[in-house]
Nanobody, 120 residues
Framework: QVQLVESGGGSVQSGGSLRISCEVSGYTYCLGWFRQAPGKEREGVAA???????YYADFVRGRFTVSRDNAKNILYLQMSSLKPEDTAMYYC?????????????????WGQGTQVTVSS
């Protein structure tokens, strides 16, 4: 059984930076981040396999960096140059099949989410 616990969300001004984390228990192959803003569909943000392959959504490429510390079982999302449209609940996600991408079908397990709010 995989468990995911996010932390590090908060409020930041436009152009600022924030790092969110996810403590992971259990075996995972693919870890990622999704987000959902009020009234909008959930969207994949970034994903990383346990071999280090990384995938980003186009709208965060160059601004967000996903990483994982396999020794500590922690997933990170470093967010820079934040925009008001990045405001959303961010969810840590995990999958155990040997495929990884930002496709929601790769993920079986979801955390409770951490709120990120970017003000203009």
């Amino acid at each position: 059984q995989v468990q995911l616990v996010e932390s590090g969300g908060g409020s930041v001004q436009s152009g600022g930076s924030l790092r969110i984390s996810c403590e992971v228990s259990g075996y995972t192959y693919c870890l990622g981040w999704f987000r959902q803003a009020p009234g909008k569909e959930r969207e994949g943000v970034a994903a990383i396999s346990n071999g280090g392959s990384i995938y980003y959504a186009d709208f965060v490429r160059g601004r967000f960096t996903v990483s994982r510390d396999n020794a500590k079982n922690i997933l990170y999302l470093q967010m820079s140059s934040l925009k008001p449209e990045d405001t959303a609940m961010y969810y840590c996600v995990a999958g155990t099949a040997n495929r990884c991408s930002t496709d929601e079908r790769r993920f079986t397990y979801w955390g409770q989410g951490t709120q990120v709010t970017v003000s203009s």
